[in-house]
């Protein structure tokens, strides 16, 4: 399984950005794709989270200016992130678990919240 992420960038505090993810190579039956994050100095963590059903998850940090959603067509992920705070900065990493077999991870692309 690869995933390709991408849509990360460098964007003023209030800004918004769109990441999308997009998985090849599934096998068995997706059972939920995620965003994680992980800035300098501190543990990656769990940023929102998308079953095949449409349940979502959110790490409270981002409530109301997140949004995870999914084309399930396409196995495809996106996070539209709005209101972005310099705190917000990290490598945002994709995920992807299968009804069988590990998780697998996508490279991690770059946002910079910055003015």
């Known amino acids: 399984v690869q995933l390709q992420a991408s849509g990360g960038g460098l964007v003023q505090p209030g800004g918004s950005l769109r990441l999308s993810c997009a998985a090849s190579g599934s096998r068995f039956r997706i059972n939920a794709m995620a965003w994680h994050r992980q800035a300098p100095g501190k543990q990656r963590e769990l940023v929102a989270v998308?079953?095949?059903?449409?349940?979502?998850n959110y790490v409270d940090s981002v409530k109301g200016r997140f949004s995870i959603s999914r084309d399930n067509a396409k196995n495809t992920v996106y996070l539209q992130m709005n209101s972005l705070k310099p705190e917000d900065t990290a490598v945002y990493y994709c995920?992807?678990?299968?009804?069988?077999?590990?998780?697998?991870w996508g490279q991690g692309t770059q946002v910079t919240v910055s003015s």
């Open positions: 995920s992807l678990r299968e009804s069988r077999g590990p998780d697998y």
């Open positions: 998308i079953t095949t059903g449409g349940s979502t």
